[in-house]
């Protein structure tokens, strides 16, 4: 037992940059295809980090640098207890609270790039940390359980009992992911309105911490969206990998929108999908 | 070894801050047009960063003027060692047919050193590309130079 919890501890840490840095560079390369260019190599955010943790190290504020290493040990501790298949409420909050630390560390700099996009960023928090709850609560009302164990202990595929919660995980996941039309604080994209928005007074090593710390996140959230068809792997892969490929169209047909837009829509639209589908689950 | 794939990752990932100073824009739009599906200059791992923090290559056009040296030289100081100055066009260069007016201090060299020089009026794609990736090989010349 100890043994595979050893193992499953660190498949979760390597798995996290491993699997997310692929993620993120097969995400440029159809960004780009989209665009009729063709496109970074695969193996491109893997030179970027590396080359960050090359560059000179200026950091712009003590609490930055903490706060970075904070988000990165948060993120990843949240998917290692999601590939030891713990307490699902547990994985958001610790999530959550790296989450918080990236957007403090950006409040910490004087930046008005970097407040203003810590700003966008706590407005994105504000907007898709209750949809995720919801999610995790129909879950439960689902299987009995908040533990991921008992979602893999189904016989039938969540997806079928969870339709609604699904499409509002889709709106946490382009959130999640930085995604247009709520790249707001910060995006993929080289330039935005707020240069590097929350990212902005990140630098070098520090900024190479931020994007493994992502990576970690950006496996999590998938984790997530494969709990919906647990009951044999080539499902999950497939419906991952076409809500990825949905997310990346998704990235190139939209605008960036403002927060008023994403908060309005993201709470009218994800908490009554939500309540729909666990109004069903409670009656049936 | 480590050093060989640091290397390795830093020719492959140049960061580039483009920074119009006081130029006419035909250069600044021939910068723009390396980005396009015609030049693709993601295919190199370029980015054109908005944030000096996050730059190695730092292209420069236009003519340098008395209020706007100060932001040149600031925005150098801003990024992380090692970093690699191209300057571009004939007024970058030199001043151009600015060279001579009362509020130009001149060629983009004359507050900040510069590694590259890429001549032209407005500079091409094909060299803009060209200076970037003489640029680079400036530039593990000095990262080899930091680390020993």
């Known amino acids: 037992m100890t043994g595979h919890v050893l193992m499953m501890i660190v498949a979760g840490l390597v798995a996290g940059p491993l699997l997310g840095g692929l993620i993120a560079g097969f995400d440029r390369i159809l960004t780009a295809r989209f665009q009729s260019r063709i496109g970074p190599p695969l193996l491109q955010p893997f030179y970027d980090v590396i080359k960050l943790f090359g560059k000179e190290k200026q950091v712009v504020n003590v609490w930055q640098a903490f706060c970075a290493n904070a988000y990165l040990t948060a993120a990843s501790i949240s998917l290692v207890l999601f590939f030891l298949r713990s307490d699902l409420l547990l994985i958001l909050f610790i999530q959550a609270v790296g989450a918080v630390f990236l957007v403090v560390g950006a409040f910490s700099s004087t930046s008005p790039y970097s407040q203003a996009g810590a700003h966008r960023e706590l407005l994105q928090i504000l907007c898709y940390e209750p949809l995720l709850i919801f999610i995790a609560v129909g879950i439960y009302l689902h299987t009995g359980s908040f533990k991921i164990e008992a979602v893999y202990a189904l016989k039938q595929p969540l997806l079928l009992k969870l339709p609604f919660l699904f499409l509002v995980l889709n709106f946490v996941l382009t959130i999640k992911l930085r995604k247009s039309p709520f790249d707001l604080s910060t995006s993929h994209h080289a330039h935005q309105e707020l240069v590097k928005g929350l990212l902005t007074d990140y630098s070098g090593p520090i900024l190479a911490l931020t994007e493994i710390a992502h990576w970690y996140e950006t496996v999590l959230v998938l984790g997530f969206c494969s709990l919906f068809w647990t009951t044999n792997p080539l499902g999950a892969i497939l419906l991952v990998g076409i809500t990825y490929f949905v997310e990346i169209w998704i990235d190139n047909v939209s605008a960036r929108m403002n927060w008023r837009w994403m908060l309005g829509y993201g709470w009218a639209m994800g908490i009554t999908l939500s309540l729909v589908n666990l109004v069903w689950l409670y009656v049936r | ?148």
């Open chain 2, 1 to 148: 070894m480590f050093e060989k794939i640091l290397t390795k990752a830093r020719m492959l990932s140049p960061w580039v801050l483009h920074f119009d100073c006081g130029s006419c824009n035909g250069c600044d739009i021939e910068v723009l047009a390396c980005l396009t599906p015609v030049y693709d200059l993601e295919r190199f791992g370029i980015i054109n960063t908005g944030n000096p923090m996050h730059a190695d290559i730092f292209l420069v056009t236009g003519t340098v003027n008395h209020r706007n040296k100060q932001v040149l030289r600031n925005l150098y100081d801003q990024i992380p060692e090692p970093k690699v100055v191209v300057a571009l066009g004939a007024c970058g260069l030199t001043g151009g047919v600015f060279r001579e007016a009362y509020n130009v201090v001149g060629g983009v060299d004359k507050v900040i050193p510069v590694d590259v020089y890429v001549p032209g009026c407005p500079a091409k794609p094909e060299a803009i590309i060209d200076g970037v990736v003489l640029g680079l090989e400036k530039f593990r010349q000095k990262a080899s130079a930091m680390h020993s």
